[in-house]
C-alpha cells in the first residue's frame, strides 16, 4: 500500500488580537484553548491552540498573534477552514447562536452534499461549519459553554484557492498520494471546487481546491490562514514522506522537531503552505492533559529562555 497521509492534522491562522481572539474562541466558539505556547520561530509572539476536549490530532485550530494589518483575500490562499459538528440540528443551532451572539454568519445551505453554515470571527476569519453526519468520534470539553451535543468536533475539510489547478494536482496526486473525489460549483460563485481525499477519506481528511482565476492574490494579515497540516502517524512515517518528496526534488524544510510534534513544510506549486505533522507525542506531554493550556508552556530548548519570553509577552486577559 503505498504511503498515505491519514487526513487534516492542525489548521493555523493569523490574529492581531489575542485577547479578543481567546475570547471568541474559547467563549463564543466553545473551543477548549489546548496550549499556550510561542510561535518558535518568533518568541514575541504567542502561538494559541484550540481543540477538543482531549486535544485530539485533526482539532487543533492554532493562531500566531502578529501586530499586522488585515488580510487582503484572494487566491494563492487558503480561503475556508472547515469545521465539523455531529448533526444537521446542530448546525441549525449554530445558526441560531451566532445570530444572537451578532457573529458574522450567512444561512443554512447544502455545500457538497452537506448541511453547511458560513460565519467569521471578528477579523475576517472564514470558516464553515458542516455537518459530519456522526462518522468521527467526539471528545467533548466538559468545561465549554458549548452543551456537549453541538460542539465542534474538529477540522475538515479545508478549502484552498489557486487560479489554475494543473500542477496543483499533480503535487496532490502523484506526490501526496491524495485521490480526486468529485467536483462542485464554488458556493460563492467564483470558479469550481475539486475535492481530494486522503487516508479512508470522510469531512476530515478532505482537501477542497477552488479554481479561481479571476481573483487578485492574496495578501497575508489578520483573519488569513499561514498554513494547513496533514496527518503523519510517527516520525517513521514522516520521514518516509521527508524521502518522497526528495525523490520528487520538491523543496522542503526537512524534518523540524517541534516537541509537541514533528514536522516537514513544503509549498504546493500555487504557493500555499503545506505541513506534514506527526500525531504524537501531543499536547500532554510536557502538562497534564486536566491543565492543559492554563500556564505558559515552552519547548525545553526555550525553557532557558523563560524570563525574557514572558517579559516580552502582553497578557491574554
Known amino acids: ?59 487543533d485550530l492554532t493562531f500566531f498573534d502578529w501586530p499586522v494589518g488585515p488580510q487582503g483575500r484572494g487566491t494563492h490562499s487558503i480561503s475556508r477552514t472547515g469545521l465539523r459538528v455531529g448533526s444537521a440540528e446542530s448546525v441549525r443551532w449554530w445558526k441560531r447562536r451566532f445570530d444572537e451572539l451578532k457573529v458574522a454568519v450567512g444561512e443554512v445551505s447544502e455545500i457538497d452534499g452537506r448541511l453547511s453554515l458560513d460565519f467569521e470571527d471578528g477579523e475576517g476569519q472564514r470558516f464553515r461549519l458542516i455537518d459530519d453526519g456522526g462518522l468521527q468520534p467526539s471528545h467533548p470539553w466538559e468545561k465549554s459553554p458549548v452543551a456537549a451535543e453541538h460542539q465542534i468536533k474538529g477540522l475538515g475539510p479545508i478549502t484552498i484557492s489557486v487560479p489554475d489547478i494543473t500542477n496543483t494536482e499533480l503535487v496532490l496526486t502523484h506526490v501526496m498520494n491524495m485521490s480526486a473525489a468529485r467536483t462542485y460549483p464554488s458556493p460563492d460563485g467564483e470558479g469550481e471546487v475539486h ?99 492554563e500556564s505558559l508552556s515552552l519547548p525545553p530548548f526555550l525553557e532557558p529562555k523563560r524570563a525574557q519570553i514572558e517579559a516580552r509577552l502582553k497578557p491574554l486577559v
Not at 503505498?2 to 473551543?31: C, D, K, M, V, W
Not at 482537501?207 to 479571476?214: C, I, K, S, Y
Not at 504557493?271 to 507525542?281: M, N, Q, R, W
Request: aromatic share 10%; hydrophobic share 40%; proline share 6%.
Open 195 to 293: 475535492v481530494f481525499t486522503m487516508g479512508e477519506g470522510g469531512p476530515a481528511a478532505e482537501l477542497h481546491v477552488a479554481v479561481q482565476p479571476g481573483l487578485p492574490i492574496a495578501r497575508q494579515g489578520a483573519g488569513a490562514v499561514h498554513h494547513v497540516a496533514f496527518r503523519a502517524p510517527d516520525n517513521a512515517a514522516l520521514t518516509e514522506w521527508t524521502e518522497r518528496l526528495n525523490g520528487f526534488r520538491l523543496p522542503s524544510s526537512g524534518e523540524v522537531e517541534r516537541f509537541y510534534f514533528r514536522s516537514l513544510y513544503f509549498r504546493e506549486p500555487n504557493g500555499v503552505l503545506f505541513e506534514i505533522a506527526t500525531d504524537g507525542p501531543g499536547f500532554a506531554v510536557d502538562e497534564p492533559m486536566e491543565t492543559l493550556g
Open 1 to 59: 500500500m503505498s504511503l498515505q497521509l491519514t487526513g487534516i492534522h492542525h489548521l493555523t491562522a493569523i490574529t492581531a488580537n489575542a485577547p479578543e481572539n481567546l475570547r471568541f474562541y474559547t467563549e463564543t466558539l466553545g473551543l477548549r484553548l489546548v496550549k499556550k505556547t510561542v510561535n518558535q520561530d518568533d518568541t514575541t509572539a504567542y502561538h494559541l491552540f484550540y481543540a477538543d476536549g482531549r486535544a485530539t490530532p485533526g482539532t
